[in-house]
């Protein structure tokens, strides 16, 4: 096995009894970047020599052992380039900002780097994570297929191994889906929790930085460097105690055939657990949280693009144009409706929990990732549980009828980030047994 | 009278008619700091040659006439020194980030330049806008005393008439205390219409970018650059048509006789010049929200510096370090109790205008600036309408006890700015009409 191919708590428990060092981690990331990235195509930004540079450092300090101070130490990330680094240019990939390098680290990238992990680089992302051009980055599984967006790179480099963590963000539904389509985990907090300082905005009241990993322990590695709220049950048991409401949302319509079918065997597999499974419908205000976070989407779009509009005009894309004309013609009147139904929601929303509900099983995409690098797929299964600020962590289930990862997400209640990854660490196990497997003979 | 003694509009008007020159423009301003900031110490960061070049290329610019593109064309700003400005640095007033240059402007640095406008310099600031290290800057009434904060710097520059603009921001109470100890007029708009992309991040929640003048007109100037929002009920009447609601609020307990005096004479004012003025007394719920705005503060703050927390441990400041560490104890639950009250109190707030109120008139500080510069002043009277998003203007009134300026501020209902402003064009004559009188002996 190629150090690449090690999960985080592997890689970090190596380093920790000096069977590996930061360099060798590095180096075999960056080999297989090499290897891989004329296919995937990733990455917007990689200096290999200062990346090894970084890791030789850190292998100079005393034998770490296990530091709390620096849980993360030696193990590289990718960060998408939306996100401000120091050392590295941040372009967002876009025309208007060609390699602007601004010299401070984003919140999110002064955490890892001060819990010990190594930058590796920047990764492609839809421009401003917002709209206009996509990342040129690769489905792993079917380069002719999208990764997902908008943190496309961010998906694709830990579902192709180059590194075992990299951060995403998500308005819409632009983290948890490219690690449904990339099969892999990711976590998307509690909005706020994480301080998005240094990430380009597109909304205050959406925009929420979380990260992928390639299994749960990973992520819970992360969540200690980034403290993520702990309340006052923890949750260390198995499935078999737990009371799991599946969620079709308002939105299953959009619903396609492989999408259904990994609900279904979650829930089934849940069940066969020992888990009780029951159907989850959400009250009817509920209902009208899509249009609320579209008109939300489009109105802090324009507050957020007016710089570039007044500036940039004949660059900035035309559909970021639209939000600054607010083209859907939002008044303010609708949009103080939109942020009072959601501000409403959030406490009824939490309330759930607690009493008959342990945490929601939801899909977390339509299905497999869409053929062609012209779309990056549908958020309409994300874009409700953005808005309502709650915590979710993605779970693969399978393969689809391409071949192509389908998952699943599990949503808790506001600041339950802790509890809801040790419930994820006891769903996982049964609901990802077999992740090469087509789901369509599994369920059928 | 000197360049810099104009307010932006009667500058922008002689630049129109190329009776003045931008750069002549700086030059007055550049001579005025020159003189006098050696006292009032507004600037952590000018560089002359660089804001005449910049001015220079404005002046080689076509005529610009009323151009509606560049509205701003020709008029200097400060800028706090926690808003990213391309050319210059970017310090906090921290030792953290020493003269970090972030080769990026702000959204709101974007759109002044965007709009013809020329960033004079950095103004001082308590560090990060937030605790830590106050501002050297003093007031310019007394530079015994401080300007208030934490838009230190900001504040006292235009009311010493080193600029006609400069940007402050509010978490707390940051932007409309400095307006009231330096006799000048602000708008802190509605929570979200100014991006706050590259201002360093206090709280998602509160934080607010807005800036000062010397006059309304100046603040409307910069509020169609800013495109702030519009209601369907434009207001351009005079004050005989106006409900006022006097709200000493639920913080009354902290009041000085100062600004009691300033409140009731502004009050007496706009009930002679014809309008009905009423007690306005605010629901229950809403003597809870200065505490929930504390809790609020406290844990988002302590998100926020979690970075430098771990980073830079020993030379954080003991009060942010205490936000990290949640000294005040907030749990989660309690996190979003706050949160629930606040988002709850919104919708009603904005709900109590159109019928039988227009604008509510409310203390802005509770009387004049404190002696001593270890101090900036209580933000007692401006954390509840912080956390309920709501715009508001502040409005000199005249001179306490100690001959430094008092103020009042005017509040309307969310994205109500521009309609505010105009009630505010329209009071604002009525209000402000000898700032040099001392308040006791007109009103007593």
Same mark, same amino acid.
């Given at each position: 096995?190629?150090?690449?191919?090690?999960?985080?708590?592997?890689?970090?428990?190596?380093?920790?009894?000096?069977?590996?060092?930061?360099?060798?981690?590095? #180096?075999?990331?960056?080999?297989?970047?090499?290897? #891989?990235?004329?296919?995937?195509?990733?990455?917007?930004?990689?200096?290999? @020599?200062?990346?090894?540079?970084?890791?030789?450092?850190?292998?100079?300090?005393?034998?770490?052992?296990?530091?709390?101070?620096?849980?993360?130490?030696?193990?590289?990330?990718?960060?998408?380039?939306?996100?401000?680094?120091?050392?590295?240019?941040?372009?967002?990939?876009?025309?208007?900002?060609?390699?602007?390098?601004?010299? #401070?680290?984003?919140?999110?990238?002064?955490?890892? *780097?001060?819990?010990?992990?190594?930058?590796?680089?920047?990764?492609?992302?839809?421009? =401003?994570?917002?709209?206009?051009?996509?990342?040129?980055?690769?489905?792993?599984?079917?380069?002719?297929?999208?990764?997902?967006?908008?943190?496309?790179?961010?998906?694709?480099?830990?579902?192709?191994?180059?590194?075992?963590?990299?951060?995403?963000?998500?308005?819409?539904?632009?983290?948890?889906?490219?690690?449904?389509?990339?099969?892999?985990?990711?976590?998307?907090?509690?909005?706020?929790?994480?301080? *998005?300082?240094?990430? #380009?905005?597109?909304?205050?009241?959406?925009?929420?930085?979380?990260?992928?990993?390639?299994?749960?322990?990973?992520?819970?590695?992360?969540?200690?460097? =980034?403290?993520?709220?702990?309340?006052?049950?923890? =949750?260390?048991?198995?499935?078999?105690?737990?009371?799991?409401?599946?969620?079709?949302?308002?939105?299953?319509?959009?619903?396609?055939? @492989?999408?259904?079918?990994?609900?279904?065997?979650?829930?089934?597999?849940?069940? %066969?657990?020992?888990?009780?499974?029951?159907?989850?419908?959400?009250?009817?205000?509920?209902?009208?949280?899509?249009?609320?976070?579209?008109?939300?989407?489009?109105?802090?779009?324009?507050?957020?693009?007016?710089?570039?509009?007044?500036?940039?005009?004949?660059?900035?894309?035309?559909?970021?144009?639209?939000?600054?004309?607010?083209?859907?013609?939002?008044?303010?009147?609708?949009?103080?409706?939109?942020?009072?139904?959601?501000?409403?929601? *959030?406490?009824?929303?939490?309330?759930?929990?607690? *009493?008959?509900? %342990?945490?929601?099983?939801?899909?977390?995409?339509?299905?497999?990732?869409?053929?062609?690098?012209?779309?990056?797929?549908?958020?309409? =299964?994300?874009?409700?549980?953005?808005?309502?600020?709650?915590?979710?962590?993605?779970?693969?289930?399978?393969?689809?009828?391409?071949?192509?990862?389908?998952?699943?997400?599990?949503?808790?209640?506001?600041?339950?980030?802790?509890?809801?990854?040790?419930?994820?660490?006891?769903?996982?196990?049964?609901?990802?047994?077999?992740?090469?497997?087509?789901?369509?003979?599994?369920?059928?």
């Amino acid at each position: 096995m190629e150090p690449c191919q090690l999960s985080a708590t592997q890689a970090a428990s190596l380093i920790q009894q000096r069977k590996l060092s930061a360099e060798e981690l590095v #180096r075999s990331c960056l080999a297989r970047i090499e290897a #891989r990235d004329p296919t995937v195509r990733a990455w917007l930004h990689v200096d290999p @020599a200062m990346v090894i540079r970084n890791a030789r450092e850190l292998d100079k300090l005393a034998p770490p052992g296990v530091n709390p101070k620096t849980p993360l130490h030696g193990i590289p990330w990718g960060a998408k380039d939306i996100i401000d680094t120091a050392d590295m240019p941040t372009t967002h990939n876009s025309p208007i900002y060609p390699g602007v390098r601004t010299n #401070r680290d984003a919140a999110c990238i002064g955490v890892v *780097r001060a819990s010990g992990g190594v930058i590796l680089g920047k990764t492609d992302t839809v421009e =401003f994570a917002s709209g206009g051009r996509k990342a040129l980055s690769r489905n792993p599984y079917n380069p002719a297929h999208t990764p997902g967006g908008s943190s496309s790179g961010s998906g694709a480099a830990v579902g192709d191994f180059h590194v075992p963590f990299a951060f995403g963000t998500q308005t819409g539904g632009s983290h948890i889906r490219p690690a449904a389509f990339n099969g892999i985990y990711a976590i998307k907090p509690t909005w706020g929790v994480v301080s *998005r300082e240094g990430v #380009r905005m597109s909304s205050m009241t959406l925009d929420t930085v979380g990260w992928y990993a390639r299994c749960v322990d990973d992520l819970m590695m992360a969540a200690e460097a =980034f403290r993520l709220p702990k309340t006052t049950e923890p =949750f260390n048991a198995g499935p078999e105690s737990l009371r799991v409401g599946v969620c079709r949302s308002p939105v299953w319509s959009a619903i396609e055939p @492989a999408g259904a079918d990994a609900l279904a065997l979650a829930a089934k597999r849940l069940g %066969d657990a020992g888990a009780i499974v029951e159907e989850f419908i959400l009250p009817d205000p509920f209902n009208h949280l899509h249009d609320a976070h579209a008109d939300i989407v489009q109105t802090e779009g324009g507050w957020s693009f007016l710089p570039e509009y007044l500036s940039s005009y004949g660059i900035l894309a035309p559909d970021l144009r639209d939000k600054v004309e607010n083209l859907r013609g939002v008044t303010p009147e609708k949009l103080l409706a939109s942020y009072t139904l959601a501000d409403s929601c *959030r406490p009824v929303f939490d309330r759930l929990f607690g *009493r008959g509900l %342990d945490v929601i099983l939801t899909p977390s995409a339509p299905g497999e990732a869409p053929e062609g690098l012209h779309t990056t797929g549908s958020a309409i =299964f994300q874009s409700m549980w953005t808005l309502l600020h709650v915590p979710c962590v993605a779970i693969p289930v399978g393969r689809g009828p391409k071949g192509l990862p389908v998952g699943i997400q599990i949503v808790g209640p506001r600041m339950s980030d802790t509890r809801l990854l040790g419930i994820a660490r006891a769903l996982a196990p049964v609901i990802d047994t077999d992740p090469q497997a087509p789901l369509r003979e599994l369920w059928h």
